[in-house]
């Protein structure tokens, strides 16, 4: 079995989610943890971080030299946005491919990816949502979209995300305004007492609420409103492991893909 492994190198492996993802690799029958980078656990054991990592796997805080020694099929990313754009870059470099779950990205990021993507002619996946339940959230948000005139989307993280909107909602937006075809209704502003109050804009013109506070993982709540009736769209987390199978999928079946494939819902 051993030969027939995928081996993968894991970046941002000591943070909160790198440790999740490295848990569920180092359990998974057909998957084998070669390298793990990250400069906050430089030098340290991974398994000081995953106690079901193997033994012999050292934190490295040098990417491109962990590249090159641990020659891994797949880079997993799950970082920071200041760093990911320069990791990927690194990865398709070497010719491994990549499954990012750093959210953050803007579009000029995503069309610099698809480029090196092609002249490399080696693979990456980016999911802003890893969650099978979040996808299909998104999924549903955009069929009622179709529908109701008006819709806001409240999203809540824990205090640590440094991003926000959350990369979830605004793709959540994006689908729900391909489905729509036609703005939605807009409320008068002009009267808020508090700048910022009724949340920020998207380019589709729906608003996006941000809550930051401990006690949350990641959820979504999709509010749309019609005449005497409101229907709400919500998903919760209540752990991080909600994102690994997702993420065994996206490397399970990245080496079948050309290109840049962006978003789960691609692959499921
Ligand atoms: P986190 O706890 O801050 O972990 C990120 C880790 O990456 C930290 O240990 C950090 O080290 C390390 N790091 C920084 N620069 C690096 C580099 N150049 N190479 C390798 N590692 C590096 O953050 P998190 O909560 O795990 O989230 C990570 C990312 O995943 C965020 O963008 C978040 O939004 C995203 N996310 C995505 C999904 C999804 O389903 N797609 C789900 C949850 C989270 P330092 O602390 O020393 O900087």
Known sequence: MADEQLHIL???????????????IAEAPDMQIVGAVDPAGQGRLLTEFVSSAPADITVSGHLVATLEESQPQIMVD?????????????????????VVGTTGLSATDLQVVAKMCTSKQ?????????????????KFAAQA??????????????????????GTA????????????KPLQ?????????????????????????????????????V????????????????????IPGVLLA???????????YGLEKIL
């Not at 894991?10 to 569920?24: E, L, Y």
């Not at 799950?78 to 990549?98: R, S, W």
């Not at 008068?188 to 009724?198: A, F, M, V, W």
């Not at 229907?231 to 492991?241: A, D, G, V």
Request: net charge negative; proline share 5%; aromatic share 6%.
């Open 78 to 98: 799950f970082t920071a946005p200041a760093v990911v754009m320069g990791n990927i870059e690194a990865a398709l470099d070497a010719g491994v491919a990549c």
């Open 251 to 261: 490397i399970r079946k990245i080496l079948q893909f050309e290109g840049l494939v």
């Open 186 to 222: 807009e409320v008068p502003t002009k009267h808020d007492k508090l700048p910022g109050s009724r949340g920020g804009v998207t380019d589709e013109r729906l608003r996006i609420h941000s809550l930051r506070m401990p006690g949350y993982v990641a959820n979504q709540e999709v």
């Open 170 to 181: 605004l793709t959540t937006a994006e689908m729900m305004s391909a489905a729509r075809r």
């Open 224 to 243: 749309l409103g019609g005449t005497g009736e409101v229907l709400k769209i919500e998903h919760i987390t209540t752990s991080r492991e909600c994102f």
């Open 145 to 166: 979209a179709e529908v109701f005139d008006y819709a806001e989307i409240i999203e809540r993280h824990h205090e640590g995300k440094v991003d926000a909107p959350s």
């Open 122 to 138: 080696v693979p990456c996946l980016i999911a802003p949502n890893f969650s099978i339940g979040a996808n299909m959230m998104m």
């Open 10 to 24: 894991v970046s941002g492996a000591c943070g909160r989610m790198g440790r999740f993802v490295a848990a569920g």
